[in-house]
């Protein structure tokens, strides 16, 4: 959230790190975590086999409704992470997730809460979509070469593979989500407005905190697909 809200991408994830924690301390790191619980909790799924079509089926649709429901604990997770790149006068202080719905709700208006959900569900649909195409593809493509046996190692693999494509394709959605919802009322009149916005600061600024957010997916994905 930190890389992604920069303005100019002046600093990396261990910099920003450190420098999160040089001012507000380590407990800073994992602000929003209560948000982040929540939100990930809606995007958990089981591993019952299915054919490969069906997978696409579901993935789509549990994507887009993990993406809806999610959509109001990730809009406070956005803002919880964020608040310590604010002046202290004008940070928000969430208590927790719920303290963040409620003042939301109360301050903002109810709606508030669903603030960037066409990116958060577009990505969520791309980031399943990604996740169970490729790695089916391929898992069968390396079995099928004399490499690769049915093992921890090919999983693993398949799982990498399956995470950067998956963080490639959703980053830019990822970086527009969070974007709009950190955004001030009427810093942008429209989605179109926030990609402009960013398009003004090169094609990478679509990729701000990519590292991040491949970890992030990969370690999940690994123990999903194991």
């Known amino acids: 959230v930190h890389l992604q809200t920069q303005e100019k991408a002046n600093m990396g994830a261990s910099r920003m790190a450190i420098n999160v924690v040089k001012n507000d301390g380590i407990r800073a790191l994992y602000t929003g975590l209560s948000a982040s619980v929540m939100r990930q909790s809606k995007f958990q799924h089981g591993n019952d086999p299915l054919p490969f079509v069906q997978k696409i089926g579901i993935a789509m649709v549990g994507g887009a409704m993990g993406g809806f429901v999610g959509n109001p604990a990730d809009m406070i997770n956005v803002r919880m992470q964020n608040d310590v790149k604010l002046p202290k006068e004008k940070r928000r202080h969430y208590r927790h997730v719920f303290d963040g719905l409620r003042r939301v709700a109360v301050e903002e208006g109810v709606p508030k809460w669903f603030t960037g959900v066409t990116m958060t569900s577009s990505r969520a649909i791309l980031m399943t979509v990604a996740q169970v195409a490729v790695y089916d593809q391929t898992k069968q493509m390396l079995l099928t ?34 974007r709009l919802m950190n955004a001030k009322p009427g810093e942008f009149k429209s989605i179109f407005h926030c990609i402009l916005f960013t398009a003004k600061s090169g094609p990478m600024a679509f990729f701000k905190g990519y590292i991040p957010a491949w970890s992030d997916i990969l370690w999940p994905l690994d123990e999903s697909f194991m």
């Open 145 to 178: 070469t004399r490499y690769f046996k049915d093992n921890l190692i090919t999983h693993f693999t398949a799982s990498v593979v399956a995470g950067t494509v998956a963080t490639t394709i959703t980053q830019p959605t990822d970086v527009m989500k969070t």
